[in-house]
C-alpha cells in the first residue's frame, strides 16, 4: 500500500465511520484467574493434605513444586459459580514409581464425591525432571459451584510426585 492510499483510507473513515444498527448484539466475554499456583513462594495454605507420606515445597533447579509421597494427597476448591467455561491446567513430574504406582492429577465437580483424572504419571514417565502437562475444559451451565482439584500420590516407600503450575481460568459471559 503506497503512502497515498494509506491517508485516502484514513480520510474515508474519518468522513464515513461505521454504526452498529440497534438489531446487532455484541457478545462480550470476560477471562479471570481464579486459581493459581506455582509454588515458588512456598505456600501450601490453600491445599488440604490427607494420606499417608509427606508433603513439603522442594526446588529442583531454581523451580518450587509440591512434593507428595508415598499415598499422600492434596486438594483445593475454588467458587466456579458464575462461569460458564472452566479451563484447567495441572502439571506432574514423578520419581521411583513402581510397576502399578502413579502421580495422578484430579478434578470433581461434585464436592470430591466422585474424582476424575486429568493427567496420570506411570512409571514410564517418571524420571523425577519432567513436568507433565494437561489442560482440560468443563462447559458449566450453572450446575457447577465449586472445582476441586486434587494432586495424588499413588505409590510405595520410595514413590515421588511433584505438581506444579496449577490454573483455573473462568470465562463468563458479560
Known sequence: MTYKASITLLVLFLICPFTLS???????????LLFGANFEDEETDAWEFSGK????ITEYSGNHSLNLTRTRAAQTSISVADFNRIDITMQLAALNLGASESCIAEISTNGGKRWQALLTVTPEMADGVTLHTQSGQLKNSGSI?????RYRANGGRKASCWGDNVEVVGKKKK
Open 145 to 149: 459451584e465449586t472445582l476441586m482439584l
Open 22 to 32: 440497534n438489531s446487532t448484539e455484541i457478545t462480550m466475554s470476560r477471562t479471570d
Open 53 to 56: 507420606g509427606s508433603s513439603r
